[in-house]
């Protein structure tokens, strides 16, 4: 240190003591120092702020303030000049304790001299330049890095750098002299105590927890306090280092949700498909067995309950499908299908199954594609016909009177892609403007009273919307309210081929014919217009009866004459019949072949159509291939056959779509449900199909390798051996040449699953099995998927077999209802009013179901113990499902209650409870054998 002049700064209010300061400068050094005297700390902070000083000389005891408090009000008005602390005996802990608080340096009075205090005082002046240039340094390292900062032992903050401050929301100096825990939220302060006595222990430890910043927000840190040891080994502070980690905190805990959503959605899943199975077998029951009630002699009233509880069946599944794609959806499990398939089909096979519900309400219902539709695409056929199927079912089902349209253009197109424009415009109630928006949105519709009038839930559109959005489309909807809506949605595909449908090479018989098309609704005449220009035939059309004849006579009298004409049935004045009858009885005209278009598809029309005289008709919406076909055969029918005879050789259209492509194939059917085999026994057995069954997957392989079959249904879910196991077998068995010899080497597999989600096609398909078919099962969708994979074994069917065909259905015997015994002691083990319910009194199919439950119960409860004991959870939970749906189908309720408690205790893998269950269940089943024979003996001499 250079030998100017240093200024000391002496506050001391004892004359005595300053005196003794005043003789130690003198005597050690001349002119070396310059001392200021101040009796108070009050007095002290004017001079620091007036002045310059290099060093404070500072006494303990003053009159505001004493003791070891005085060095900290000190080192706050000092404003960093270095204090050297004097007291007056020599405490070594209360001079540690001035230094630990910011003091550089400390002397006893009355041991002090002058060399020694001149001493203190220069080593106080260096001491502090050192740890000034020491803390900047390491502010500029801290200010570097993250936050970080020095608290003392009592948790004060003594250092901070600016990331620390910053993260806080603080300016940088107002940390200092503040407790840690303003800085720690509340509930983690126990936390951080603890942490810090951990670090006492070991030296340091690492933390997360919550900090406060200074506008009260939180976020989470990252924390590592190290300890700070002086010489004795004793802490001194600690340092701590502190990281923002709320980014890191919010992305693992949106991973765990992830996580735990996508396990939820898994469980939803496996949910999902047990409901499905669950919920679609029984309804394969009421479906199935409604579907073969109507097929039997009714009187007007059971038609019409039967026909209530089918419509009523087949609105449940539609429902519970809505629900499950409406779930898959959410659940991100929806996947779409890409195949190819013709567009036009796809669309006119909708309305064609719509067409008979508008022509119910006496709706007109027109489809109509554009020309320039590509004809093969690349997509899913089935999810764009549920969109199409939804928006026409909503629009026949707000129509009161009107027409409903299927229109469809492209947006876009390239040569490897097309956006295609779907419209559906109805003559509707409409849909008011605030309302517009959240028809769109789940369970909800335009008007709460909208449900009450017309049923519904609202899922339709919500998942249209998604499906449509999965198409990489849109939709949206225009409407004006009591003037009808247009809903449109647009959808992308890929193209296969040159795109738009042609007619297919003509004959010239056919190309030189003129076509005459008769219809008073404006759109379909242009829609007629449109199919006739793509076929390359010559037409003109008319709007009305008058019209027509009007034409056509003015042609035959030109030498320029008609060679068909296409007539609507419901036309205003003169329909189509009175014209066809005003056609004949004209002789210029009698000859000219007649196609009908008509809305009436019912079977009681037919003659009343020949009787008028037409060759041939098609039930609207009509496909245009349909149109084609029908249009070439009424001409070559005109050409070959008289008129009188004409509903002898015409009508070939509908003649081959009921043609038997598979007279005679034999069927394997494996069903393990008694009930369900039973249904699909009788679709089989009604369609002209051999059928033999199997009750599980082990007895259809043994039955496979002893008889030859052109096709095998295939339960998914059997015990012993499931679906898919036995699939693999017979392919294995196929593979191996194990059916050489055969007609078929490869037989076709269907499978029967009433899971309906997404992977159950693909996990059918990887098994082995051609297709597969869900259920509740749809009897004609199941002859249709079979004759699809069948080779037909006759080219015509003979004119006696299609006779037989249309011929009235011999008069079934009438079934007797069933009969109960009189009495029996407690409560009946079935509910007898619920099982003929259930059964509608047919005392055949109810008396078979009883004997097979006494056939099987016994054994059934047996197998049951011996899988509890042995302790087989897997084959208990089996063996009861098969007990719970007989006792289900028999309405023994506490049967099916206690069944259901050991199949869930088996499905869980915990069979302690299984005892005492058991133990009731052996009673039930007892009650319920006693039951039986009183029963059948009651309804044995009306068993035939």
């Given at each position: 240190m250079n030998r100017e002049t240093i200024q000391v700064l002496l506050v001391e209010?004892?004359?005595?003591?300053?005196?003794?300061?005043?003789?130690?400068?003198?005597?050690?050094?001349?002119?070396?120092?310059?001392?200021t005297h101040v009796g108070s700390l009050a007095e002290a902070e004017k001079c620091v702020a007036e002045g310059h000083f290099d060093a404070m000389l500072l006494d303990l005891s003053l009159p505001d303030g004493h003791g070891i408090d005085t060095v900290s009000t000190a080192l706050k008005a000092s404003k960093g000049v270095p204090i050297v602390v004097m007291t007056g005996s020599d405490d070594d802990a209360l001079a540690l304790r001035a230094v630990e608080l910011g003091a550089q340096d400390y002397l006893v009075k009355g041991d002090t001299d002058g060399r020694t205090?001149?001493?203190?005082?220069?080593?106080?002046?260096?001491?502090?330049?050192?740890?000034?240039?020491?803390?900047?340094?390491n502010m500029a390292i801290m200010n570097a890095m993250p936050g970080i900062s020095r608290l003392d032992r009592d948790g004060r903050y003594v250092d901070v750098n600016e990331a620390y401050a910053a993260m806080l929301g603080y300016e940088l100096g107002d940390l200092i002299g503040t407790s840690w825990e303003t800085t720690v939220h509340r509930d983690d302060r126990k936390l951080a105590t603890e942490a810090y006595g951990q670090m006492l222990r070991e030296g340091k430890v690492e933390l997360e927890s919550r900090a406060i910043r200074k506008d009260g927000s939180i976020f989470h840190k990252q924390v590592l306090m190290v300890k700070i040891g002086d010489d004795g080994g004793k802490a001194a502070g600690h340092h701590c280092f502190m990281k923002d980690i709320s980014d890191r905190k919010r992305a693992l805990e949106l991973q765990l949700e992830k996580k735990q959503a996508e396990v939820a959605n898994q469980a939803k899943s496996e949910f999902l498909a047990n409901m499905s199975h669950e919920l679609r077998t029984p309804l394969n029951g009421v479906i199935g067995m409604t579907e073969l009630l109507l097929g039997t002699n009714l009187d007007t009233m059971q038609r019409r309950y039967a026909g209530l509880a089918k419509a009523s069946g087949d609105a449940l599944l539609t429902l519970i499908n809505d629900v499950l794609d409406l779930s898959k959806i959410e659940a991100g499990r929806m996947e779409l299908e890409s195949v190819e398939f013709e567009l036009r089909y796809a669309v006119e096979s909708v309305a064609l199954q719509l067409g008979p519900t508008a022509e119910n309400k006496n709706i007109e219902l027109l489809c109509r594609i554009n020309p320039i539709v590509p004809t093969a695409v690349r997509g899913d056929a089935g999810r764009l016909q549920q969109v199409i199927r939804n928006l026409v079912s909503n629009a026949i089902k707000f129509t009161e009177q009107g027409e409903v349209e299927i229109r469809v253009t492209t947006d876009c197109r390239t040569d490897s892609e097309v956006t295609a424009r779907f419209c559906v415009t109805d003559t509707g109630v409409g849909i008011p403007v605030d309302r517009v928006q959240q028809i769109f949105e789940s369970f909800s519709q335009a008007d709460s009273s909208t449900t009450r009038k017309y049923g519904g839930t609202g899922?339709?559109?919500?998942?249209?919307?998604?499906?449509?959005?999965?198409?990489?489309?849109?939709?949206?909807?225009?409407?004006?309210?009591?003037q009808g809506s247009t809903f449109w949605f647009t959808a992308n595909f890929e193209t296969c081929g040159e795109g738009a449908e042609t007619a297919g090479p003509l004959c010239d018989d056919v190309r030189q014919v003129r076509v005459l098309a008769v219809?008073?609704?404006?759109?379909?005449?242009?829609?007629?217009?449109?199919?006739?220009?793509?076929?390359?035939?010559?037409?003109?059309?008319?709007?009305?009866?008058p019209?027509?004849?009007?034409?056509?006579r003015e042609a035959a009298t030109s030498k320029e004459p008609f060679g068909l004409a296409i007539l609507d049935m419901q036309m205003p004045d003169m329909d189509g019949e009175q014209l066809a009858q005003a056609i004949r009885s004209d002789p210029v005209l009698q000859d000219l072949p007649l196609l009908l278009l008509t809305s009436m598809g019912r079977c009681d029309d037919v003659e009343r159509i020949k009787t008028a005289g037409f060759n041939n008709w098609l039930t609207k919406p009509v496909m245009q291939s349909q149109l084609l076909d029908a249009i070439v055969e009424t001409i070559a029918c005109a050409r070959t056959v008289s008129t009188a005879n004409v509903h002898e050789a015409t009508s070939g259209v509908r003649r081959h779509e009921r043609t038997a492509r598979t007279a005679g194939a034999r069927i394997l059917l494996v069903e393990d449900n008694d009930i369900g085999r039973e249904f699909a026994e009788t679709v089989l057995t009604n369609a002209g199909y051999e059928c033999d069954t199997a009750a599980d997957g082990r007895q259809a392989v043994d039955a496979i390798l002893g008889t030859s079959y052109d096709l095998i249904l295939m339960d998914c879910q059997m015990p012993e051996m499931d679906g898919f196991e036995a699939t693999h077998l017979i392919r294995k068995h196929e593979s191996q040449g194990a059916f050489r010899g055969r007609t078929t080497v490869r037989i076709p597999i269907v499978a029967l699953t009433a899971n309906a989600l997404k992977g159950d096609r693909e996990r059918c398909l990887e098994a082995g099995m051609d297709d597969y078919v869900t259920k509740p099962l749809d009897p004609q969708r199941l002859v249709e998927t079979i004759e699809s994979h069948l080779h037909p074994t006759t080219s015509e069917v003979l004119p006696e077999t299609q006779r037989a065909c249309d011929a009235p259905p011999e008069t079934a015997p009438q079934e007797q209802p069933l009969v109960m015994p009189a009495s029996v002691d407690g409560?009946?083990?079935?509910?007898?009013?619920?099982?003929?319910?259930?059964?509608?009194?047919?005392?055949?199919?109810?008396?078979?179901t009883i004997v097979k439950f006494q056939a099987r119960a016994e054994a059934d409860l047996t197998a049951i113990e011996e899988s509890v004991a042995s302790g087989d959870t897997?084959?208990?939970?089996?063996?009861?499902?098969?007990?719970k749906g007989a006792a289900a189908c028999l309405e023994a309720k506490r049967v099916r209650e206690l069944t259901a408690q050991l199949e869930e205790m088996g499905r869980s893998d915990d069979l302690q409870e299984a005892d005492s269950c058991l133990t009731e269940l052996r009673h039930e089943i007892q009650r319920c054998l006693e039951y039986v024979p009183d029963l059948l003996v009651t309804n044995d001499a009306q068993v035939s």
């Open positions: 209010d004892n004359p005595g003591d300053v005196g003794l300061v005043q003789a130690a400068l003198a005597d050690a050094a001349t002119g070396a120092f310059t001392l205090l001149i001493r203190c005082l220069r080593y106080a002046i260096e001491r502090k330049r050192a740890l000034d240039e020491m803390r900047q340094m899922l339709g559109l919500a998942i249209s919307k998604q499906f449509a959005e999965l198409m990489g489309g849109e939709i949206g909807v225009n409407s004006t309210e009591g219809d008073d609704n404006a759109t379909n005449r242009e829609i007629l217009q449109e199919q006739l220009s793509a076929f390359g035939l010559m037409h003109e059309t008319a709007a009305d009866g019209t027509a004849l009007r034409v056509l409560e009946a083990p079935f509910d007898v009013d619920a099982l003929l319910r259930r059964w509608g009194d047919k005392r055949s199919l109810i008396h078979r897997e084959k208990t939970a089996n063996t009861a499902h098969s007990l």
